[in-house]
């Protein structure tokens, strides 16, 4: 009778043992949405899911293409951060978490308060940077840097773009490596399109030196004025180089080196007032000219004018370009305004 209760005793036991393992296994089994097989960021998601920071639709849906909203990103950041808030329910779900980061200073002061409208893409730059580093402004610059957000084409960041779910999880998982200690890469033409956008010039990014001189105007004549609004900087050796576009490479000498050489463009403004009609005629060589050692070029559209006539009152405004040798640009790029010599960019 003992011997027959220990075998019916270890049968419910190794049922109850099986049982749980069943349990424990489909617990850990990944869960299939039904729009996400073969989307780019399938696995991503599935990552983001198992680490409970995101989770999919009542229908079974993930949804990964729907634009993200200001709450939802916040409630993504908060969560996977590991930040503990008390769930409300309603139309006010999201409000813990925006005050959570709020006390840990993530969200500043400026940002919107419409938090179901969708996020742009420079908020999620602003309150990505400031999740890793809180001394940061938060600017695109910032997030770029960092190696957080990308370009979507090698000339355009959309700050005022928005952005989806998948896309969301994808700054997320940035953000939580970067929070780690490792060093996430820089998408290089972001870094640039930032930089431009936040200094006027790409020579941080592109030759590690310190940009002079924007928005200085200079006087050419009684009435005529120049102004310097850009300074960028180009590589003629990466053949995905967005600003070698505007190069009419006719005009590059056949014995000058792509690989040993930058292309230096200067964005120039010339305003000429009705005081300035029948001042001297004007060349983009008497705005800007360089050293013995630097090649003109010519550019192919957003060039400024050839020749400036100044017969009545007008407005010029493109670029004067000239091929400059690695060794002296790496160094600081210095050129002749107006016949005067003039640092633009220095270490």
Not at 87 to 93: A, I, L, R, S
Not at 198 to 218: C, D, F, H, P, Q
Not at 228 to 250: C, G, Q, S, T, Y
Request: aromatic share 8%; net charge neutral; charged share 25%.
């Amino acid at each position: 009778m003992r011997k027959r209760f220990s075998i019916i005793l270890c049968t419910v036991l190794c049922a109850a043992s099986i049982g749980y393992d069943a349990i424990s296994s489909s617990a850990q089994s990944p869960i299939k949405f039904t729009d996400t097989s073969q989307h780019w960021a399938e696995q991503s998601i599935q990552t983001a899911v198992e680490k409970k920071y995101v989770d999919g639709y009542d229908d079974g849906s993930f949804k990964p293409e729907l634009p993200i909203s200001r709450a939802e990103f916040i409630k993504m950041l908060s969560s996977a951060a590991g930040e503990k808030v008390e769930k409300v329910e309603g139309n006010d779900w999201y409000v813990p978490y925006v005050k959570r980061l709020k006390e840990l200073s993530i969200i500043p002061v400026e940002f919107p308060e419409r938090y179901n409208e969708p996020l742009q893409r420079f908020e999620m730059a602003m309150l990505s940077a400031r999740s890793v580093d809180k001394e940061l402004k938060g600017s695109m610059l910032d997030s770029v840097k960092l190696g957080l957000i990308h370009g979507v084409s090698t000339t355009d960041l959309a700050p005022y773009g928005t952005s989806t779910r998948a896309q969301a999880i994808t700054i997320i998982e940035r953000i939580l490596s970067a929070k780690k200690g490792e060093k996430l890469p820089v998408d290089k033409y972001a870094a640039s399109s930032a930089e431009i956008a936040a200094t006027g010039s790409n020579v941080g990014t592109m030759l590690g030196l310190r940009v002079k001189e924007i928005g200085t105007t200079w006087n050419y004549a009684e009435g005529v004025t120049v102004k310097l609004n850009k300074l960028i900087v180009a590589d003629p050796a990466d053949l995905d180089d967005p600003f070698m576009k505007l190069i009419d490479m006719r005009t590059w000498g056949k014995s000058t080196s792509k690989t040993d050489n930058k292309v230096i463009f200067a964005n120039f403004t010339v305003v000429a007032t009705e005081a300035g009609v029948g001042a001297p005629d004007m060349l983009p060589t008497q705005v800007l000219t360089q050293l013995d050692t630097s090649d003109e070029l010519l550019l192919t559209e957003q060039a400024l004018s050839r020749w400036m006539e100044f017969n009545k009152p007008q407005t010029n405004e493109g670029y004067v370009a000239y091929a400059l040798p690695n060794r002296i640009a790496n160094l600081g790029i210095v050129f002749n305004i107006l016949n005067t010599k003039t640092i633009l960019a220095i270490k």
